[in-house]
């Protein structure tokens, strides 16, 4: 097997690695204490191709792939795992989705703006009773034969109140159950009887907007079906799949910050005489840090890696997302007890990134559903696909 990078791959790692660095890093903390988001980040980012993976060279693709969206995502998210978020609500979640299963003149009206990060995207699927069982959700569209009406609510939608255009999946048919349930193209500023809040309860990624959807009466075009009535099962659970690995790619990121600020911390602290990397008991703890986040890291490059040569990778990428952010979790504590009292301190990035990696245990499928999946296709109750 290669484990090498190619050149430009490395390229397209480094430009994210200085975006991170330049762009992001120099405001951050401030901006973490306003819960700031930046539109005209994201618009940056995406002049940058950062969205543009797995989108056909017409509608804004740059020929990158999984892999090099994994590679960007990763580096971003080691200085904020905020800013991870903007994969996949422009490009794993929305544009990749629209570009299987949407018309052709869906794909022209909306990709281009998600790509170019001009156009600011989202997905809702939960609601405050239906989480990780999908099929469950109650918000409705009733066909009213020139237009659906939507009644309902969607929680915890990353983008709710600033998004521009997104994905969202609802029951056409709730007596089907999860055959029932289809997916829309919902602009949320375009309609009226939409109410659209944010979500300031959060315990971490402060820069990362959420929020949630209140349909009374809403009213949809009916050209916003995305596929057919019935589809949106299958269409939500292929973007999962997508976008869970958006998820494992910033899980890297978050551990691999914890790792290396962990390393250059106990190079400089003193305890006893001597730096306390030079203490077992710190070593024991990086070193389980450094065998996980490498672990992780193999693990998310391969599933990228099967979903660029079209291979079955809904195996690999649940086994991907539940190691990176469990090892991401791990990391982050670690590093909060090497730093000691100072890792309880806000002035110190250690507390952000534990708070942060908390997340990756739950959105895209928690870590219980991702052992669900693993198990079922391990065991043969299901296929890998």
């Known amino acids: 097997m290669i484990f090498e990078l190619t050149d430009e791959q490395k390229l397209v790692q480094e430009t994210a690695r200085e ?6 890093a120099p405001t951050l903390v401030e901006e973490e204490k306003n ?31 999984f892999m090099e969206s994994v590679l960007m995502a990763e580096q971003i998210a080691k200085v904020s795992a905020s800013w991870r978020l903007p994969f996949n609500m422009q490009n794993l979640g929305p544009a990749l989705t629209v570009a299987k299963f949407g018309t052709e003149a869906q794909k022209q009206q909306f990709i281009p703006g998600w790509v170019a990060g001009t156009q600011i995207g ?16 109650k918000t409705v569209a009733r066909d009213m034969g020139d237009h659906w009406e939507l009644r309902g609510n969607k929680i915890w939608v990353s983008n709710a109140v600033e998004g521009d255009a997104g994905l969202l999946y609802v ?15 919902l602009e949320p500023k375009q309609v009226d009887n939409l109410v659209a809040t944010n979500i300031d309860t959060k315990l971490g990624l402060y820069c990362a907007p959420t929020g949630e959807f209140a349909f009374d009466g809403t009213k949809l075009p009916k050209d916003a079906l995305l596929g057919t009535a019935g ?18 790619a910033g899980a890297l990121g978050v551990g ?10 106990a190079n400089e ?15 024991a703890q990086i070193a389980e840090m450094a065998v996980e986040q490498e672990a992780a890291k193999m693990l998310v490059y391969r599933a990228a890696w099967l979903k660029d040569n079209g291979k079955p990778n809904q195996y690999e990428t649940s086994v991907a997302k ?46 219980n559903v991702q052992k669900i999946i693993i198990a079922g296709i391990a065991c043969g109750h299901t296929p890998n696909r």
């Open 19 to 24: 975006f991170a660095q330049h762009d992001i």
């Open 35 to 65: 819960h700031e988001f930046r539109l005209d980040r994201v618009a940056r980012m995406g002049a940058l191709g950062f969205f543009s993976c797995g989108v056909p060279e017409e509608l804004g693709g740059t020929g990158f792939g």
């Open 122 to 137: 989202f997905f809702g699927m939960t609601e405050p009773e239906s989480g990780s069982d999908v099929a469950s959700m």
């Open 171 to 185: 029951m056409t048919d709730p007596g089907k159950k999860h055959r029932g349930m289809s997916a829309f193209i």
């Open 231 to 248: 589809d949106g099962f299958k269409i939500c659970m292929w973007q999962l799949n997508n976008t869970r690995l958006g998820c494992a």
């Open 256 to 265: 691999g910050a914890a790792l290396e600020l962990a390393i250059d911390y």
């Open 269 to 283: 602290r003193t305890q006893f005489g001597k730096p306390i990397s030079h203490h077992q008991m710190i070593q």
């Open 322 to 367: 539940l190691q990176a952010s469990e090892a991401a979790v791990h990391a982050a504590n670690e590093c909060m007890k090497i730093f000691g009292s100072y890792g309880f301190s806000t002035e110190y990035p250690a507390e952000r990134l534990f708070r942060d990696a908390k997340s990756l245990q739950i959105v895209e499928g928690t870590s």
